[in-house]
């Protein structure tokens, strides 16, 4: 059985830092692309930032470039995928989302992928606010 396992989220002020993490289980692929998504109420799910094992990729949003930081490790027939946020910003505010697919390229993965394409988590919401 799949299962991805998000947190980290939580209310941080602007300008402050958050480290969101995944642990998906249950997978059996040798090569597979993993990210982060966000959605707010009323609004398209967005591909935050991606990461690619077939070919080491990664994919920011314009956006978040140069504020977050995707990093992954495979452990004990475990992948961890971790969203180091730094600079938030109020518009930064969503529930984030992890999901994890068939090998694709990072910026593949962050565009094309719907809930309906591979393996998503529950969620975990981040607030920035005063």
């Known amino acids: 059985q799949v299962q991805l396992v998000e947190s980290g989220g939580g209310l941080v002020q602007p300008g402050g830092s958050l480290t969101l993490s995944c642990v998906a289980s249950?997978?059996?692929?040798?090569?597979?692309?993993i990210g982060w998504f966000r959605q707010a109420p009323g609004k398209e799910r967005e591909g935050v930032s991606c990461?690619?094992?077939?070919?080491?990729?990664?994919?920011?949003t314009n956006s978040v470039k140069g504020r977050f930081t995707i990093s992954r490790d495979n452990a004990n027939a475990k992948i961890t995928v971790t969203l180091q946020m730094t600079s938030l910003k109020a518009e930064d505010t969503d529930v984030y989302y992890c999901a994890v697919g068939p090998t694709l390229p990072a910026q593949a993965m962050c565009l094309v992928a719907t809930p309906g394409f591979g393996f998503w988590g529950q969620g975990t919401q981040v607030t920035v606010s005063a």
């Open positions: 249950g997978l059996s692929l040798d090569h597979y692309a």
């Open positions: 990461i690619s094992s077939s070919d080491g990729s990664t994919y920011y």
